[in-house]
């Protein structure tokens, strides 16, 4: 099992930044891939951003050259962070892990509330 908690987001007006971060704790050895997903109201949970085990990224193109995933090993944190902000960036952040051999994000944190003012 892994264990995923999110924070760092609140309001921010548009054009400001803000930098999420997610603590994993648990097997963190069997992580392949971790995420960052984001919900808006209404609408389904999209992928923002990931980072791989070997260290490949990848972004939703609404957010390329916006937003930047990183990890920190040696204190167990995945960051976003998010620059250049949008209203349509509302939504509620989630951290997903895929573990090894399950192929998809099995674990996920509760979440933390993102709010761009226009």
């Known amino acids: 099992q892994v264990q995923l908690v999110e924070s760092g987001g609140g309001l921010v007006q548009a054009g400001g930044s803000l930098r999420l971060s997610c603590e994993v704790s648990g097997r963190i050895a069997s992580i392949d891939v971790m995420a960052w997903y984001r919900q808006a109201p209404g609408m389904q949970r999209e992928l923002v951003a990931d980072?791989?085990?070997?260290?490949?990224?990848s972004y939703a193109d609404s957010v390329k050259g916006r937003f930047t995933i990183s990890r920190e090993h040696a204190i167990n944190t995945v960051y976003l962070q998010m620059n250049s902000l949008k209203f349509e960036d509302t939504g509620v952040y989630y951290c997903a892990a895929a573990l090894h051999g399950l192929g998809s994000y099995s674990s996920w944190g509760r979440g933390t509330q993102v709010t761009v003012a226009s």
């Open positions: 980072i791989t085990r070997g260290g490949r990224i």
